[in-house]
C-alpha cells in the first residue's frame, strides 16, 4: 500500500516558546550575567557545544579566536556543554588546555548552572559548530554564527541560505562576524525571520496542521 494525499508542513520548532518565556524575564537574565560575568562591560560570546565530525576542529578555531592578539580576546566567553559529550565539557577543557589557553578563560557553564537559553539570553553573541541552538538564538535577537573549520566541509541551512547566520571557516571570520554584530547593537532583527519564511509560533502551528482547532 502506499501513502496517497501526503502533505508536509513546516511548522519550526516547539522549544522557540521556551526560549522567548526566558528571555521575556530580563531581570533573571541581568541577574545571571551578574552571576556569571560580575561587572564586566566586555562583550559575552556562548559557545554551545556539540559532538560528532569536525566538532574539535570548530572548538580549536574559537581557541585561535580567543587566544591574545585573536578576534575573541576582548569578549568574556562562556560553552554550555552537549549532554551528548556527558554535559561538563571535558572534551573543550583539554583542547583549550592544549591550544595553551588558560584554566578560566573560557567559563563553562553546566546545565546544573543555567540552561542553554538562560545563557544565550544574558550574552551579546551566540556561535556553535552546528546547532538549532543557533537559529533560536535568532528568533530571542541574539546573533550567531557557525564555526566550521572542517577541512572540505560545506555545511549549510535554511538559515545560512537565507543570509541569517554565517558559516566561520577563519580566524578572519571571527572577526567579520563579531564587527558586523558590534555595528548592529549586538541585536539581530527578528523581522528578517519573518521576511525569510522562516516559521515562528510553532505550537499553534502544529495545533493547526493536526486540526486541534476542529474537534
Given at each position: 500500500m502506499?501513502?496517497?494525499?501526503?502533505?508536509?508542513a513546516?511548522?519550526?520548532?516547539p522549544?522557540?516558546?521556551s526560549?522567548?518565556s526566558?528571555?521575556a524575564d530580563?531581570?533573571?537574565a541581568?541577574?545571571?550575567r551578574m552571576r556569571?560575568?560580575g561587572n564586566?562591560?566586555r562583550?559575552?560570546?556562548?559557545?554551545?557545544g556539540?559532538?560528532g565530525?569536525g566538532?574539535?576542529?570548530?572548538?580549536?578555531?574559537?581557541?585561535?579566536g580567543i587566544a591574545r592578539?585573536?578576534p575573541l580576546?576582548?569578549?568574556?566567553?562562556l560553552l554550555?556543554?552537549?549532554?551528548?559529550?556527558g554535559?561538563?565539557g571535558?572534551?573543550?577543557?583539554?583542547?583549550?588546555?592544549?591550544?595553551?589557553l588558560?584554566?578560566?578563560r573560557v567559563?563553562?557553564?553546566?546545565?546544573?548552572?543555567?540552561s542553554s537559553p538562560?545563557?544565550?539570553?544574558c550574552?551579546n553573541?551566540?556561535?556553535?559548530?552546528?546547532?538549532?541552538?543557533g537559529?533560536?538564538?535568532?528568533?530571542?535577537?541574539v546573533?550567531?554564527?557557525y564555526?566550521d573549520?572542517a577541512s572540505?566541509?560545506?555545511?549549510?541551512d535554511v538559515?545560512?541560505n537565507?543570509?541569517?547566520?554565517?558559516v566561520?571557516?577563519t580566524v578572519?571570520?571571527?572577526?567579520?562576524?563579531?564587527?558586523?554584530?558590534?555595528?548592529?547593537?549586538?541585536?539581530?532583527d527578528t523581522?528578517?525571520?519573518?521576511?525569510a519564511g522562516?516559521p515562528s509560533?510553532?505550537a499553534?502551528?502544529?495545533?493547526?496542521e493536526?486540526?486541534?482547532?476542529?474537534l
Amino acid at each position: 500500500m502506499g501513502v496517497v494525499g501526503l502533505r508536509v508542513a513546516t511548522v519550526g520548532q516547539p522549544t522557540l516558546e521556551s526560549w522567548r518565556s526566558v528571555v521575556a524575564d530580563q531581570a533573571a537574565a541581568r541577574r545571571l550575567r551578574m552571576r556569571l560575568l560580575g561587572n564586566s562591560e566586555r562583550p559575552a560570546l556562548l559557545y554551545f557545544g556539540g559532538y560528532g565530525a569536525g566538532y574539535n576542529e570548530s572548538v580549536r578555531l574559537l581557541a585561535q579566536g580567543i587566544a591574545r592578539g585573536g578576534p575573541l580576546s576582548g569578549f568574556d566567553c562562556l560553552l554550555t556543554p552537549h549532554p551528548g559529550q556527558g554535559g561538563r565539557g571535558l572534551v573543550e577543557r583539554e583542547i583549550f588546555k592544549s591550544t595553551g589557553l588558560g584554566p578560566g578563560r573560557v567559563q563553562i557553564v553546566t546545565g546544573d548552572v543555567a540552561s542553554s537559553p538562560e545563557v544565550a539570553a544574558c550574552v551579546n553573541v551566540t556561535a556553535s559548530d552546528d546547532s538549532t541552538c543557533g537559529v533560536q538564538s535568532l528568533f530571542i535577537g541574539v546573533p550567531s554564527m557557525y564555526i566550521d573549520a572542517a577541512s572540505g566541509s560545506s555545511y549549510t541551512d535554511v538559515a545560512v541560505n537565507r543570509g541569517l547566520i554565517p558559516v566561520v571557516r577563519t580566524v578572519k571570520g571571527l572577526s567579520q562576524f563579531t564587527d558586523v554584530a558590534a555595528a548592529e547593537g549586538w541585536q539581530f532583527d527578528t523581522r528578517r525571520l519573518r521576511d525569510a519564511g522562516i516559521p515562528s509560533d510553532s505550537a499553534q502551528r502544529i495545533a493547526d496542521e493536526v486540526g486541534f482547532n476542529n474537534l
